[in-house]
């Protein structure tokens, strides 16, 4: 297992497609700052947390790349004759692919907000920005585990590179409407929009609570059905 997880991290490091969607969400958040519709660097912060619906599309072609690849590259059947379980596999690469989708949740606000300070300054304190940043990004891991572990699992079933990616940018696109159009609360999506707010983490627990159960549940059908597979 633990060198499966090396291995993992090692591709992790070497592998250019979460670098290519983030540098494509940066040139699009990018060209808002420089025609100036972006007040300030906190400005930028808000809404770009607020609207997650481009965070979490990138997720969903991440998805595709780094998960549904392994399977249809023959990856994971050439780990299955190494001797590997299909849990130890399957968790090693979860891993991998969980890594990307905080990397871009890390990355992507905080650079435009400190190009947004670099353009058009701060309203207040640039160390509370700061500080503001790295709460709402400790608020936003359990929700993008939940939604991460969701579009892993379109992954497993599908298996195909290109078909999973759209169908993950489907499921992404209908949940987010879906989302807005009833106006829920508690989701995972709505910790994600509201955490930059000074919200009291109790507020936050049943958005918290429902991004884990969504998850184990996500992980656990996954391995379940990767087991009824042939590879």
């Known amino acids: 297992m633990g060198n499966l997880i090396k291995a993992e991290l090692c591709r992790f490091r070497k592998e250019k497609s979460m670098w290519f969607i ?3 969400l940066l040139c699009c958040s990018g060209m808002a700052v420089f025609l100036g519709n972006y007040k300030s660097a906190e400005m930028a912060f808000r809404n770009i947390t607020r609207d997650y619906m481009p965070l979490v599309i990138a997720w969903a072609v991440y998805a ?4 549904a690849g392994e399977f249809s590259g023959g990856g994971f059947a050439y780990k299955i004759s190494a001797g590997y379980s299909r849990t130890e596999i399957l968790a090693a690469l979860f891993v991998h692919y969980l890594l ?3 990397a871009l949740l890390f990355l992507y606000p905080a650079l435009t907000t400190l190009l947004c300070a670099a353009v058009q300054g701060v309203e207040g304190s640039f160390a509370y920005l700061l500080y503001r940043m790295a709460v709402a990004f400790v608020r936003s891991i359990l929700p993008t585990v939940g939604i991460a572990a969701c579009l892993f699992f ?7 590179k290109a078909a999973a990616m759209g169908v993950c940018i489907g499921v992404t696109l209908f949940t987010g409407m ?3 159009s009833l106006e ?3 989701t ?7 955490a930059w707010a000074e919200i009291p983490a109790a507020e936050l627990l049943p958005g ?3 991004s884990l159960l969504l998850g184990a549940a996500a992980l656990a059908v996954s391995l379940w059905r990767a087991t009824l597979t042939e590879f």
């Open 154 to 160: 379109l992954c497993v079933l599908i298996r195909k």
């Open 188 to 194: 995972p999506y709505v910790i994600l929009a509201e």
């Open 22 to 24: 983030l540098l494509v």
């Open 184 to 186: 829920l609360s508690g």
């Open 64 to 67: 595709g790349l780094a998960a």
């Open 178 to 180: 879906l989302n807005n």
């Open 100 to 102: 990307g989708c905080l």
């Open 208 to 210: 918290i609570l429902i």
